[in-house]
């Protein structure tokens, strides 16, 4: 007998008072799409609850056990909650990997839920996520896996309860060039090993493999014909000596450019939680013309591991060695400990030094999409591509350290169901642009130029210092000649010149192409110079500017292109951009006797400052003459307080803190 229920208020309320919900053997509760089975009392499953497309079942009491079975698809959602409540539940599998799927998972109150058989979260247009709250259990089974498609990746949320059993979570790789990736393992126990099954992983031949693809002490994967791709072995030129890995980590201490840092790793080396590993992908498993070279692209591939998934804070080990060059110390490759995508600059801008401490505020990603690095700044918020700066589940990444004794935990607080990877800004910001660099649609280079309150043309904190790619490089750079892939400049008010350094690994026609020059702000003129050419564009009634590079003396490098921005006079537009552009900070936050005030526009003077309390009432009052202050609250009660900062120029700020 099926049962289909149109849920209505009036039918939430009845079901609510009754004593229980029972489905029968051979029954069926059908929740339309637009629906909500919603219950506070005990709940029992001998038959099929099955929730359709966006449909939503809440159970907040009894269990789902027995032979009964939950049907969901991927955009329904399923709530289990209550007190002290524990249920065993089972997924109706009758086309085993499409029924049994859900869109999301939740679990809330003190409820203890145990899976029976298998579960799939699926993500669709919005990551499908699991979440349990603090006091719940999820007792996994070994049956709960986080798919991973085209379309995003599921994930475990910000989760304060417990989580059992292994967790399959997969990270699919589209299909592009055969480009590394820079990986990390969310889950616990897991090695290089585990990876070898799934794409074809080379390592130090010292002797040439006799079958090709076959797995073997020295060469893991390798082929000796395989001389051009990572880890070959190559009888003629280098016939005993250890080649690289196709995988490997990084060793901040190393001393040299950022390079010097990759270093070879083993067959059985720990994927450890919060590290970042570089791995060369050719593609699935079972075609071995990705080893030999006859099949020159990559394939896409579903990779996944399983294990115990990492939860709470997880301490990523940053290190800083200090050499004579500033720009090659402190670097890390970390990795995503989550099953979740991770907001780096929520993270930063949390200003915690428990959680981040002598870090600069700029992480990068690479991506195989454009054969480079994509980045953001937490400080200016400058968006180098990577939109937000959300580190997807699965991913490495690099920071750097700025001093001895860095700091980085991650947080589960930190948590983001963003999967989001904007190569490009969509955005629409007035007071920034960016110039995309290619010569096809295989690879690319990003820059981003951003007016931001007290920048000058030099590298600063508020800057995106360039990360090299191994072909395509755009950089800004100022009077001490740092490349940057973000540069902040101060607003335009009369005439400013912004050098740019153009690089590539061979002769050809290459594209420029200027992005949100429709919304910038309409008082500048941007125009790109050529001085190889003597040519000067508007670029904001002509977005794209084709050249051609060779070889030749000023036909690349530093000595060619300029960008020449002038301002119109307009005061009241510039102070409006001013303020919407200063931030306000206040450290430690949770403090206990001393709290810091900053304001990022060190020409703001003699600003007041308030502390209020969460009722409104000022608790204490003061001022600071230049961009900083300190306060003494150690005579505050403990509390949430908020901190008020103006002046005489508009500027009118608040942040919330806690004593």
Known sequence: MKI???????????????????????????????????????????????????????????????????????????LIGGTSTSGTYYFDQTT???????KNLTLSGTTTATFGNAINIIAGAASGNVIVG??????????????????????????????????????????????????????????????????????????????????????????????????????????????????????ESVSGSLNNGFADVSTSTTLTAGKGFKAFIRGAIGNTGQLDGTVTGQTEVTLSLTGTVNQGEVNAGATFTSTSILADDGWNLLGNPYPCAYDFNVHYDGNA????????????????????????????????GLSNGIIPSGAGFFIQANAANPVFKFQEAFKSNSTS???????????????????????????????????????????????????????????????????????????????????????GTYQFKFTNMDNFDANVSVTLFDKYTNKTTNVKTNSKYSFDMGAGLNQWGKNRFELILIGKTNTSINQANIIANTNLIVYPNPATDLLNINISNAGFKNASITISSVSGQQIMISTMNGANAQLNIEGLSNGVYFVTVSNENGFLKTVKFVK
């Not at 085993?96 to 859900?102: E, H, I, P, S």
């Open 4 to 78: 289909n229920f149109i849920i209505i208020l009036t039918l939430c309320l009845q079901l609510a008072t009754k004593a229980q919900i029972h489905i029968a053997s051979g029954e069926e509760i059908f929740v339309s799409g637009t629906e909500n089975l919603y219950t506070t009392e005990s709940f029992s499953n001998a038959g099929k609850l099955s929730i359709a497309a966006g449909g939503t079942a809440t159970l907040n009491g009894g269990s789902a056990s027995g032979t009964g079975t939950i049907k969901g698809s991927s955009t329904s959602n399923l």
């Open 421 to 507: 990877i904007a190569v490009h800004k969509t955005e629409i910001k007035t007071d920034e642009f960016g110039i995309k660099y290619y010569q096809d649609s295989t690879e690319s280079d990003y820059l981003v130029v951003k007016m931001f309150e007290g920048a000058t043309l030099n590298s600063e904190m508020f800057d995106i210092k360039k990360f090299r790619n191994d072909n395509l490089n755009l950089a800004a750079y100022g009077e001490d000649t740092i490349d940057l892939a973000g540069s902040c400049i101060p607003f335009v008010a009369e005439e400013t010149h912004i050098k740019l350094n153009v690089e590539a690994n061979a002769v």
């Open 134 to 251: 603090s006091g719940a259990t999820l007792n996994t089974g070994g049956f709960l896996t986080l798919k991973s498609d085209i379309n995003g990746t599921a994930s475990i949320g910000t989760s304060g309860g417990t989580i059992s059993g292994n967790v399959t979570a997969e990270r699919y790789v589209i299909s592009s060039a055969r480009r590394y990736r820079f990986l990390s393992s969310p889950v616990q126990n897991q090695t290089i090993a585990n990876w070898m099954t799934q794409f074809y992983v080379t390592g130090p031949c010292t002797t040439a493999p006799t079958v090709l693809g076959a797995i073997n002490d020295q060469g893991w994967h390798s082929t000796w014909a395989n001389i051009t791709a990572p880890g070959a072995y190559n009888a003629s030129t280098n016939p005993f000596g250890v080649k690289y890995t196709s995988i490997r980590t990084y060793n």
């Open 96 to 102: 085993l990997g499409t029924t049994n799927v859900l």
């Open 353 to 384: 030094p428990a959680n981040i401490a002598n870090i600069n505020p700029t992480v990068y990603v690479y991506s195989a999409l454009t054969g480079g690095y994509i980045s953001y700044n937490a400080s200016s918020n400058t968006n180098g």
